[in-house]
């Protein structure tokens, strides 16, 4: 099974400044085709978690661009440009390479 | 609107059994593979099973294989999880979650059904 590993374990930030999020995992996640199988999901206090940026760095529908993906292999990274107070959450990583699917276990961002 | 609407939550003891379900609606159900993805108490995430479209291609997660099994009516816009010989850290808030079509991508999930295994 491919190991998820995500740092910090959580993250107080300040609304307007920037804030990086990291996940490693233990097999490359980078496809033949040239996509990175990796998701990053938010998960809201009380809510169910949403989709942010899938394949490693593109943007799901309706996610603001203050938020981005990179990397590529087996270190990835989220970065908010400017954090805003409805960005808190949990935030984690899923490799989306092979089954089992897998998740790191997450990020959390408080202001 | 996408809509996942998780059903059959409840409290059982261990080794009983419970199933699970889950009604889609607002896309064509039978063209999307869909998953269980659990959350214990206050802990993370965890992808427990996933079917495809077709319902042939069914894959577990190692805690649950042999005990869960998954599966899904297409005519009625539905999934389903049967468990079985259920434990005490099956205890989770279960997803019903859709997949996006491009390779395991989470797009929609429902708001979750609370499965208590306690004796």
């Known amino acids: 099974d491919i190991v998820m590993t995500q740092s910090p374990l959580s993250l107080s930030v300040t609304p307007g400044e920037p804030a990086s999020i990291s996940c490693r995992s233990s097999?490359?996640?980078?496809?033949?085709?040239?996509?990175?199988?990796l998701d990053w999901y938010l998960q809201k206090p009380g809510q169910s978690p949403r989709l942010l940026i899938y394949l490693g760095s593109t943007r799901a529908s309706g996610v603001p661009d203050r938020f981005s993906g990179s990397g590529s292999g087996t270190v990835f990274t989220l970065k908010i440009s400017r954090v805003e107070a409805e960005d808190v959450g949990v935030y984690y990583c899923m490799q989306a390479q092979q089954t089992p699917l897998t998740f790191g276990g997450g990020t959390k961002v408080e202001i | 609107e996408v809509k996942l609407v998780e059903s059959g939550g409840g409290v059982v003891q261990p080794g009983g059994s419970l199933t699970l379900s889950c009604a889609a609606s607002g896309f064509t159900f039978v063209d999307f593979a869909m998953h269980w993805v659990r959350q214990a108490p206050g802990q993370g995430l965890e992808w427990v099973s996933l079917?495809?479209?077709?319902?042939?291609?069914?894959v577990y997660a190692d805690s649950v294989k042999g005990r869960f099994t998954i599966s899904r009516d297409n005519s009625r816009n539905s999934l389903y999880l049967q468990m079985n010989s259920l434990r005490t850290d099956d205890t989770a808030l279960y997803y019903c979650?859709?997949?996006?079509?491009?390779?395991?991508?989470?797009?929609?999930w429902g708001q979750g059904t609370l499965v208590t295994v306690t004796s």
């Open positions: 079917v495809g479209g077709d319902v042939r291609h069914k």
């Open positions: 979650v859709k997949d996006d079509g491009d390779g395991y991508n989470f797009d929609y």
């Open positions: 097999q490359s996640l980078l496809h033949s085709n040239g996509n990175n199988h």
